[in-house]
């Protein structure tokens, strides 16, 4: 199984050239940041666990990736969700079809939830997991301290190919959900004393809410990695025009099929910087998968752009 080690091409994008590093490439069922996040997983002692538990959006990458790993591993999976629309139940698709497929069993909360007055991660982690003893919790999204391993080693793959490949200062790009992947890969670049750099942008909540996320690992403010944006406010999951537009002549441009949750957001506020603040930097895009996501994003665009 090829889960590192991806590779990096150069792409030009509205005439500029910039490098886009394709971990969407990593393996079929296993790829993006999702599999980075989950690497130690893949080599961890797991004689003592039975079960993996996590919780979350219906529709989330880290959903699959981690249905994938409790198959290959042998675990079963629980999954809690607040509730599963009527629709998706009946017609499965996207990385909830991928996880049911993978043996992942859901466990809708929404009521319960309602009557304890605790939100979804309280619950899962206050009232279910301690009762489990064999279990393995992997919190929403991966955003765990675990995720480091893997991380790093991308890090390491990306200094390589600097080392090689491009002469001098290099950014790196990436949109951030939980910013765990982008916190880890600045902190490696920062300890190593490399000369990249990391941008981020917040598509869930704002940069006040990503630097909380950040706290939350343990992080000090010095490990931070610069976060960008256009000022607009984006709301996760929704759909904007202008994302959709920039996803597709990014298609027609490169050849390349990005996820519509998160790169458009990325696309727009580094194209934004770049014009602005860095007109002549070499840029490195971190390509994190999700194209599972698609399935439904997709649909959703062109019923309603066309
Ligand atoms: C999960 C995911 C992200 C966000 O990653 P974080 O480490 O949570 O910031 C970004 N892009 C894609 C495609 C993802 O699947």
Known sequence: MQLSESPVQAICVDGRSLWVKRDDLLHPDFSGNKARKLYYLLHQDLSHVERFISYGSVQSNALYSLSVLAKLRGKAMDYYVTRIPAWLRQSPLGNYQGALDNGARFIEVGDRLQSSGQNLE??????????????????????FEQAREGVYRLADEIIQWQRLHAAGALIVMLPSGTGTTALFLNQRFKMLGVDIRVLTCACVGDADYLRGQFAQLGSSPAYYPEIISTGKKFHFGKLYPECYALWRQLRAQTDIEFDLLYDPQGWLALLTYLKLDCPDCQVMYLHQGGLLGNATMLPRYRRKYG
């Open 122 to 143: 309280q619950y899962v982690s206050e009232s279910i997991v301690p009762q489990q003893g064999a279990a393995l919790f992997v919190p929403e999204g991966g955003r």
